[in-house]
């Protein structure tokens, strides 16, 4: 570790300290979020915020900071691992790097279903992941949904072969690069602010998202066509920092994980809730939606990016757990 970096840890071990005292007091908690205060995610962090408080009598107060206030998510979660903000809701891809075992979680195909997901993280599985982030001093208490994300492009797509050739946006990930180039396109990684206007002027010939990206960006006015692949479905987790955690009782950690768990099923309620109006905007338009009996064509030619991805024993054994749950 650099001088700096020990200087900067030194520094935000000292917030955590004064954000988390042991004073008979109120003791405020800093959430940071990425999202809009109306989004799915922000309304159920205000409900986690309020049953916290409301069930300690106030000696707990979490107060959740939106729209990226505390930072993007790289950096909050770098302030989270030295303290400096006490939770979060993380989407799972920037975690790769630092906790392997969430990488299986957003590889392409590796889950069947939302449903099946929600199966899957809120069981053992879910438990084993969230139990391996503390290993950067974050304790996992509950999953948030993100939906599932599937290509939209200007010309038709009906079948894996309509995608051979066509330029793709995708996020700026090694893991989703990949995927795309496996499937016969052309990976574009490009930022999500332009897609409308380099899907308009061609620099691109489509994107993959959600039900609710592809509506309230507009997206869907200048690619008409959405074939329901559902290649990713990264679950999002809820993580409090271990030394704040630390620093609770037992009986204040049992009263976190249980709002922090039905804050869980308030933001699944809302987030199917915003898929399905998205979805109906959609349709009204009369865009051309193509829904998949089978995906195996797709899934046929992931093994390159699985055998690329996946390269422990462990990893494995992961994900053949995960696809093994009905």
């Not at 905007?281 to 797709?298: C, H, M, Q, S």
Request: with cysteine; glycine share 6%; charged share 20%.
């Amino acid at each position: 570790m650099t001088i700096v970096s020990t200087i900067r840890a030194a520094l935000l071990a000292g917030c955590a300290a004064a954000l988390f005292t042991a004073s008979a007091g109120a003791q405020e908690i800093r959430g940071w979020n990425t999202h809009a205060p109306d989004y799915p995610v922000s309304v159920a962090m205000d409900h986690f915020a309020a049953l916290v408080a409301e069930r300690t009598g106030g000696r707990i107060t979490p107060k959740t900071y939106h729209s990226a206030q505390l930072g993007e998510q790289d950096q909050a979660i770098e302030q989270m691992q030295f303290g400096g903000i006490d939770y979060a809701v993380f989407n799972l891809t920037p975690l790769n790097n630092l906790v392997p075992e969430t990488q299986v979680t957003t590889l392409p195909y590796a889950f069947r279903s939302v449903d099946q997901m929600h199966r899957v993280v809120d069981g053992p599985i879910g438990a084993e992941i969230a139990a391996a982030m503390e290993q950067v001093n974050m304790v996992g208490l509950a999953w948030y949904d993100s939906g599932a994300r599937s290509f939209y492009a200007k010309t038709p797509l009906a079948s894996v072969e309509d995608l051979k050739g066509l330029k793709i946006r995708v996020q700026n990930s090694d893991v989703n690069v990949a995927m795309v180039e496996a499937l016969g396109a052309n990976a574009t990684p490009i930022p999500f602010g332009e897609v409308y206007t380099s899907i308009q002027s061609g620099v691109v010939d489509g994107a993959e998202n959600n039900w609710p990206s592809y509506e309230s960006t507009a997206h869907f006015e200048v690619a008409r066509h959405y074939i329901l692949d559902q290649h990713t479905i990264v679950p999002e987790i809820f993580a409090v920092a271990k030394t704040t955690w630390d620093k609770m009782t037992a009986d204040d950690q049992a009263i976190v994980r249980q709002a922090a768990i039905e804050s869980a099923g308030l933001q699944r309620r809302l987030w199917a809730e915003r898929e399905a109006k998205s979805e109906a905007i959609v349709r009204a338009a009369g865009n051309t939606i193509v829904e998949l009996e089978d995906k195996t064509p797709f899934i046929e030619k992931m093994k390159p990016v699985y055998d690329k991805f996946v390269t422990s024993d462990k990893l494995r054994d992961l994900l053949a757990r995960i696809q093994a749950t009905e």
